[in-house]
C-alpha cells in the first residue's frame, strides 16, 4: 500500500496548477508561470541562471526565470500560476515588491499540506491558497486586460493550442497585422506567441496524460510531432522528465 507521504497531488485550474508531492533535483529551466516553491519541512535551495542560490523554506520566481532546484529533504508544493492571468493580478494586489527571485520564511507553511488530504476539492484548495498567501479572487481566469483582441487569441489559444498554425494566421483571425499583433500580444503575456503556445500545449499534453492518455497519444493530440519532442519541451520548461509524474499512475491524486 502506497503512503500519503508518497502520494503526488495535482490540483489544476485553467490558469495555474499545484503539485504537492515529492522533491527531485532538476536542471536549468525556465517557464511562463510564476512559480511558488515550498518545502513541507528543512529549506529549500534554488540556483539562478545567474549563478546566484536562494535557500530557505519558501521561493518565488518569477515567469521566464532560469533557475535550478536541489533536490529536498520533504516534500514540497509548487504552485505555478500563469502571470496574464486576472486571478494572478488580483494576488498581486496584496503582496509588495515581486518583481524578482527571492526566498522568505513561512511559519504557516504546514497548513498547505492539508491539501494531501484525498477529498478535497478545487475550491477549498483555494480557499487554503488564499488564505495562507492572503490572496483574493483566485476563481477569477479571464485575461486581465481590456484589448478584446489579444483576449480573443488568447481564448483561441487556450482552448485549441494544438490548432495554432502561425502568427499570420493568428493576427488575421483577430484583424491585426502581424507585427502590430506580435507587439501587443508580448506586451500584455510577457513572452512572443510560439513561446506561449509551447507552454500550453506542454500543458495541455500534461492534462492528457495524467488523465490516462499515454505520452505518445497526449503528445500527438496537444500537438506535439511525438513523445520524444514533448519531453524536450517539459525539460526545457520544467527542468525534469515527464516520466517523473507518470512513471507510477497510482501514485497521482487528481483533484477536480
Known amino acids: ?10 490540483y489544476a485550474w485553467p490558469e495555474r496548477f499545484l503539485y504537492l508531492g515529492p522533491s527531485t533535483k ?3 529551466h525556465r517557464n511562463h508561470a510564476a512559480t511558488w516553491l515550498i518545502a513541507r519541512e528543512g529549506k529549500l ?6 549563478g546566484e542560490a536562494l535557500e530557505n523554506q519558501a521561493i518565488y520566481l518569477p515567469s521566464e526565470t532560469e533557475y535550478a532546484t536541489d533536490l529536498a529533504s520533504s516534500c514540497i508544493a509548487a504552485l505555478y500560476w500563469e502571470p496574464e492571468s486576472t486571478s494572478f493580478h488580483r494576488a498581486l494586489e496584496h503582496i509588495e515588491n ?3 527571485a527571492f526566498a522568505c520564511n513561512r ?15 478545487r475550491d477549498e484548495a483555494d480557499e487554503l491558497l488564499a488564505r495562507v498567501f492572503g490572496f483574493a ?3 477569477a481566469t479571464q485575461p486581465a486586460y481590456v484589448d478584446v483582441r489579444i483576449n480573443s487569441a488568447l481564448a483561441f489559444l487556450r482552448d485549441t493550442p494544438q490548432n495554432y498554425d502561425s502568427i499570420e494566421a493568428l493576427s488575421a483571425r483577430v484583424h491585426l497585422s502581424p507585427s502590430r499583433f506580435a507587439h501587443l500580444f508580448k506586451k500584455v503575456v510577457g513572452v512572443p506567441v510560439r513561446r506561449y503556445v509551447l507552454w500550453l500545449k506542454m500543458r495541455r499534453a500534461l492534462d492528457l496524460a495524467i488523465a490516462g492518455d499515454s505520452l505518445t497519444t497526449a503528445a500527438l493530440s496537444a500537438g506535439f510531432a511525438d513523445s520524444a519532442h514533448l519531453s524536450r519541451s517539459v525539460r526545457a520548461m ?4 515527464p516520466e517523473f509524474l507518470f512513471r507510477q499512475r497510482e501514485r497521482l491524486v487528481i483533484h477536480h
Request: charged share 25%; aromatic share 6%; proline share 2%.
Open 1 to 10: 500500500m502506497i503512503s500519503v507521504d508518497t502520494r503526488i497531488h495535482i
Open 26 to 28: 532538476t536542471s536549468l
Open 45 to 50: 535551495r534554488v540556483t539562478l541562471g545567474s
Open 98 to 100: 515581486v518583481p524578482r
Open 107 to 121: 511559519s504557516d507553511r504546514g497548513d498547505l499540506f492539508k491539501l494531501y488530504e484525498f477529498e478535497t476539492t
Open 137 to 139: 479572487h483566485l476563481q
Open 238 to 241: 520544467m527542468g525534469i522528465a
